[in-house]
Nanobody, 126 residues
Framework: VQLQASGGGEVQPGGSLRHSCAAS????????MAWFRQAPGKEREFVAV????????AYADSVKGRFTISRDNAMNTVDLHMKNLKPDDTAVYYC????????????????????WGQGTQVTVSS
């Protein structure tokens, strides 16, 4: 099983970027797929999740209203659309997928996810 992430880059404050993550080796349509990020010197933190393709979503308070997670069941992908980016959004972004159902109270914890993409850098700077 592999998660191949793409996207990210460098943008000025207020700009937009998109990440995409393609899964291969199995399908995750019934299970959560999420995005996390890790800034230098900080722990990996939850950003957004969609519990199953077309299912409910959840966002970290810091990105709510600015980031949108989406999934394509047929393509086995999860995307993260980011707008109105801020310097605090600078981090390495990771996609993640769970191999089983995850209860709602655990959906934001990185320990709930079994597969991880390689990480893509986002830098927001003027």
């Amino acid at each position: 099983v592999q998660l191949q992430a793409s996207g990210g880059g460098e943008v000025q404050p207020g700009g937009s970027l998109r990440h995409s993550c393609a899964a291969s080796g199995r399908t995750f349509s019934s299970y959560p797929m999420a995005w996390f990020r890790q800034a230098p010197g900080k722990e990996r933190e939850f950003v957004a999740v969609m519990r199953r393709s077309g299912g409910t979503t959840a966002y970290a308070d810091s990105v709510k209203g600015r980031f949108t997670i989406s999934r394509d069941n047929a393509m086995n992908t999860v995307d993260l659309h980011m707008k109105n980016l801020k310097p605090d959004d600078t981090a390495v972004y990771y996609c993640a997928a769970a191999a089983r159902a995850v209860i709602l109270s655990q959906i934001r914890y990185k320990e709930s996810y079994d597969y991880w993409g390689q990480g893509t850098q986002v830098t927001v700077s003027s």
